[in-house]
């Protein structure tokens, strides 16, 4: 497993360290994880042989079913907390899965090394600026015909869903996504065919899933 460097601000997967260990029973009960996740994965169109990154892949629920679904896609999944990654390594045991530590802003890969790049509730963990660096870091790591499907909070498409969003705009940096911001900030990172694909409502809020092309 890789290691990251030179970590700023960091948001872990609940907020705070001591609740990690909460983190999967919590998506799975109380946020219908599975339904979105396997909602990414279709949209994503994946096919044999293409590498995927997982982006803040956390305990790596998604990018185990990823490899579930597509075992001969070659998967790998990067994160910024060394202690989630224990998790996600400890639950794919016997998988053929890549486990990295590296931050959004600083990915540790080449130019041009993947198909397709899929991120899960990891963008509202980034201050504005680093949600647009990873934008940036993703177009960068994508291939010329790569692309990217973000699963993350979004804008309310009703009154009912803006009113959850009052509460949880307040929280880790969820401001950004609720005012209807990822999609400009894919495509100012230099993605073409930037779309809302679907959304959900959960009881955190409104989700989207947000697709791009690297090639236009
Ligand atoms: C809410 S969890 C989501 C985990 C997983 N993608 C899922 O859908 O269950 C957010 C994850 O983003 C990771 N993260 C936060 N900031 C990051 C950064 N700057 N670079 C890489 N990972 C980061 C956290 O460590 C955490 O595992």
């Known amino acids: 497993m890789r290691q990251a460097s030179g ?12 609740l990690t260990p909460l983190y999967d029973p919590l998506l799975k009960w109380v946020m219908r994880e599975e339904t979105f996740k396997q909602r990414l994965i279709q949209h994503a169109n994946i096919r044999p042989g293409m590498k995927v990154l997982d982006l803040g892949c956390g305990t790596g629920t998604l990018t185990i079913m990823l490899k579930k679904i597509h075992p001969n896609a070659q ?3 990067v994160d ?3 202690d989630v990654l224990k998790i996600a390594l400890d639950k794919s045991r016997g998988s053929d899965i890549q486990w990295d530590e590296g931050l959004a802003s600083s990915l540790p890969y080449p130019d041009s090394t993947f198909d397709r790049v899929v ?4 963008i509202h963990h980034l201050i ?3 949600k647009r660096l990873a934008f940036k870091e993703i ?14 909070f979004g804008a309310p ?3 009912t869903t803006r009113f959850m969003t009052t509460y949880m705009r307040r929280l880790e940096e969820t401001a950004d996504n609720f005012d209807g911001l990822i ?18 409502v959960t009881v955190f809020g409104p989700l989207s899933i947000i697709q791009a092309m690297k090639g236009t």
């Open 119 to 122: 991120t899960s509730l990891v």
């Open 183 to 200: 999609p400009r900030f894919v495509a100012e990172a230099g993605f073409g065919s930037v779309k809302e694909a679907e959304n959900f």
């Open 128 to 130: 504005t600026d680093d």
């Open 139 to 152: 177009h960068r790591v994508l291939k010329p015909d790569g692309e990217l499907y973000v699963l993350d």
């Open 157 to 159: 498409h009703s009154s």
């Open 7 to 18: 970590k700023k601000r960091y948001i872990p997967a609940l907020s705070f360290r001591w």
């Open 75 to 77: 998967v790998t999944g």
């Open 80 to 82: 910024g907390d060394p």
